[in-house]
């Protein structure tokens, strides 16, 4: 893999222009936008010294947020314009399907809302199946209609942690295999 961005360049850039090579390494180079969120969450929750339930929300909510701002990097490198079944040009079509946050929690359970719930049953129905399979999950309902997705665990001997990145990990895992079949 050969970056084609280095950090010394972009210090003598103008921020704009920055922001845009940032974005086009970005698109460039998805893997890391699938890992740093995590990454980065799980460097906030050390660095305050989170444990428990806490640890979980606040690596989600962070996770959720470099999402976030990736997105929008990547939408500033260059506006995503396509044509629609008319013919005409329809600027920002392009839907977020990459976030997914925390609408609620309490101990035992959790709701996400992630909006590719609501455009893609094969994928709902997927993470729906991967996420029984795991034997600290109880119960998953989803509610395509309101995009979210609500788990109910059982984390027994695994630190609130460490399951929120195994859900995280199935969730991620659940959209690669998403999107190599699409």
Do not use: C
């Amino acid at each position: 893999m050969v970056a084609t961005t280095s950090t010394s360049n972009l210090s003598h850039l103008s921020p704009e222009d920055a922001t845009s090579q940032l974005g086009g390494f970005l698109k460039e180079h998805g893997e890391i936008e699938m890992i740093l969120p995590v990454a980065i969450g799980v460097f906030v929750t050390s660095q305050f010294k989170l444990r428990g339930g806490n640890a979980l929300l606040i690596n989600l909510l962070v996770a959720s947020l470099a999402r976030q701002i990736f997105t929008q990097l990547k939408q500033e490198q260059s506006p995503a314009v396509t044509e629609s079944s008319t013919g005409e040009e329809v600027e920002g079509a392009e839907t977020d399907l990459q976030g997914y946050a925390i609408a609620h929690a309490v101990p035992g359970r959790v709701r996400l809302r992630m909006p590719q719930l609501a455009i893609d049953a094969d994928f709902a129905h997927r993470l729906q199946q991967a996420l029984r399979a795991d034997e600290y999950v109880k119960q998953v309902r989803v509610n395509r209609a309101a995009a979210s997705i609500a788990i109910n665990y059982d984390n027994y001997g695994l630190s609130d942690w460490d399951l929120g990145l195994r859900l995280m990990n199935i969730i991620n895992t659940v959209r690669e295999e998403n999107q190599v079949s699409v």
